[in-house]
């Protein structure tokens, strides 16, 4: 009795394994019921019938990469180009997924190569370095279309490295040379032609500065000359007026016919000492009315004081 209670909890036990099912988190177990699809499972707890339904297929529904091995493309002005990627795919269809392809990795790498090989060939060599996010985006659609037939989604294809022969690496290093030079000397000649510039702009601006300088000088000058000729000016005329001022007093009219004839008996000496030759008026009555004016003005100047 107890060997078959053994047996038939064994039995039992084998039942419960075959027909309690637990799908974990981000996945779907396709089930098959006497070789025909069935359902798919749900993450969480389910039950099967024994030895009826059977979990044909699991499938994860997490984002995969899958590396595209590389591969040598031809562009479009004959050169070849190796190149590698990898591409993100996710199972959105566990039925189409399991039965739309015998391998749906191989037959979605196969056509991102077949793709890729397309597109590159109808680019220039240069074209593909600087129009990957354009490749990229072109593979996406074509895998996308392909494999919802499929029961997958692609998400995106990212270029690894793109590969030129080696000659090309070597051209392309000498052009990416010979350009770097070519921006060294138009810099350079930039720099002299702008330090001639600022060369003539200095001294412009240096000439206009001494011009000026000059300018206020003469200014300055000239203004001076006519102050001085103006207070030289007012002082001559306030002497004149003193003088005026002093001829109009009683005496003073005699007074400046004395300076006078003072001044005409110096000149006459001074011309007698400063030559050995003796200088004589043409005239002496001349001289002598002078100087009988001058002693008459004397007297006349002594009496009054005296008085």
Excluded at 140 to 157: F, H, I, P, T
Aim: proline share 3%.
């Amino acid at each position: 009795m107890e060997l078959i209670a053994l047996i038939l909890l064994a039995i039992a036990a084998f039942f419960v394994i075959r027909a309690v099912k637990v799908v974990p988190h981000q996945n779907a177990w396709v089930v098959e019921r006497l070789g025909k699809y069935n359902t798919t499972l749900a993450p969480g707890l389910s039950f099967l019938v024994p030895f009826i339904d059977k979990v044909a297929y699991k499938h994860s529904l997490k984002e995969i990469p899958l590396d595209v091995p590389s591969q040598i493309c031809i562009t479009k002005d004959n050169t070849q180009l190796q190149v590698d990627g990898i591409l993100y795919f996710q199972v959105t269809d566990p039925m189409r997924a399991s039965y739309g392809s015998s391998n749906y990795e191989i037959a979605i790498t196969q056509l991102a190569q077949t793709t890729l090989r397309s597109i590159i060939g109808r680019m220039e060599l240069d074209k593909t370095f600087e129009e990957r996010e354009v490749i990229n985006a072109q593979v996406v659609s074509a895998l996308d279309e392909a494999a919802l037939n499929w029961g997958v989604k692609v998400l995106r294809y990212e270029i690894k490295d793109l590969t030129p022969p080696a000659e090309i690496l070597r051209s392309m290093q000498q052009q990416i040379t010979a350009e770097r030079e070519k921006r060294a000397l138009i810099a350079a000649s930039e720099g002299r032609k702008q330090e001639q510039i600022n060369i003539a702009t200095g001294e412009r601006e240096s000439s206009i500065a001494r011009s000026e300088g000059e300018k206020q000088a003469e200014i300055n000058k000239a203004e001076g000359q006519a102050a001085a000729i103006a207070t030289v000016a007012d002082a001559t005329a306030a002497a004149i007026r003193v003088i005026a001022a002093a001829i109009q007093q009683p005496g003073g009219e005699q007074a400046v016919q004395l300076k006078v004839a003072e001044k005409a008996v110096e000149a006459y000496a001074q011309l007698a000492q400063k030559n050995n030759t003796m200088i004589v008026p043409g005239n002496m009555t001349e001289v002598a009315a002078l100087v009988g004016s001058a002693m008459t003005l004397m007297r006349s100047t002594n009496s009054a004081t005296q008085k």
